[in-house]
């Protein structure tokens, strides 16, 4: 099947009204994309991030749409144009609203781009001496022998193909021996606790704000193999939760992993010696060059000492432990 794919222009003022037309027509499933919608999302999630994609920011520049999908048929076409001259009423209803143009135009979407195209952007990375990540749909050549990582790419952030991920693999390659134990707080994707095990460890925990992530690195642990005995993922920030910190300092681990931001970084450093065991060691990435001065201050100022760094395209990753 394929589908007819509408495309509305408005503007940020009429989102609202137009919405609410569509929903009286019956349209219950759409798509907005709206320049002020994102920069409040930006701002009031600034936590998770230090920069956004200047890429990004200039194709929301001035944007305010409505996307939904049809059946591709005569019958759809028809239902377009009548939709079109639905929306055009909308001026004499609100005279003094900006509505923008409410053009609609349409466009076919062919099944197969629909289910499939996404995919063809998710290739096998190499990283390091040893790892391959590799998109769970894809069983590639291996001609070097590596230890495939196995990974369903979501909406989840850690697929491999970001420098701070791929540093912070790098890291862990070298940092992880046999039977080590890994806290991976910020897991994500849960890619660093897998690749760590893969390597040698012999249990890992990843630990996410985000309670979607605890399922997606369950699966992700699942494609790979990985038992619930060595594997676990739970939802909690260490930073608000004070049971969720005794109970984790209680354990100590021989790997401490965080790729996530400076901010977030900062924030945590004073928590980390209380984490590691003896001989542990604390791996962070995700942090831009500019910051790493006020992240290296923080480790200092916790207690932790750099034993090793790695910088790649603007963003930093380090290896630390205990000064004691």
């Known amino acids: 099947m394929d589908w007819l794919e509408l495309t509305i222009k408005t503007a940020s003022p009429g989102v609202e009204a137009v919405t609410a037309r569509l929903t009286a027509l019956g349209y219950d499933s759409f798509i907005i994309d709206d320049q002020k919608d994102f920069q409040s999302f930006i701002a009031e999630n600034r936590a998770y991030w230090d920069y956004i994609d200047e890429s990004l920011a200039q194709r929301m520049e001035g944007l305010s749409q409505i996307r939904l999908y049809l059946e591709d048929s005569p019958a759809s076409v028809r239902q377009a144009q009548e939709l079109a001259v639905s929306l055009r009423a909308l001026r004499e209803e609100f005279p003094d609203e900006d509505l923008g143009p409410l053009t609609v135009k349409a466009a076919l979407c062919r099944n197969e781009d629909w289910e499939n195209n996404w995919k063809a952007h998710y290739q096998p990375i190499a990283v390091g001496q040893r790892l391959l990540v590799v998109p769970e749909w894809l069983r590639p050549d291996n001609p070097e022998q590596r230890i495939p990582l196995f990974l369903d790419p ?13 540093m912070c693999l790098e890291a862990l390659e070298q940092a992880v021996r046999p039977g ?91 928590a980390v010696p209380a984490l590691l065991g003896e001989g542990g060691r604390f791996i962070c990435s995700g942090i831009l060059e500019m910051r790493e001065g006020e992240v290296l201050g923080a480790l200092d100022r916790a207690g932790l000492r750099v034993t090793g760094s790695r910088c790649e395209e603007d963003w930093v990753q380090l290896t630390t432990v205990r000064k004691d």
């Open 180 to 270: 080590d134990t890994v806290l991976d707080l910020g897991g994500g994707s849960g890619i660093l606790s897998i690749a760590a095990l893969l390597l040698g460890a012999s249990s890992a925990l990843c630990v996410d704000i985000d309670p979607l992530a605890e399922d997606v690195a369950r699966a992700n642990a699942k494609l790979n193999g990985m038992r619930s005995d060595c594997f676990q993922a739970r939802t909690g920030d260490i930073l608000t939760d004070r049971a969720l910190m005794e109970s984790l300092s209680a354990r100590r681990f021989d790997l401490v992993l965080a790729n996530i931001v400076a901010d977030v970084i900062i924030a945590l450093a004073p």
């Open 154 to 166: 979501g909406m989840i952030f850690g697929t491999g193909s970001h420098a701070s991920t791929r």
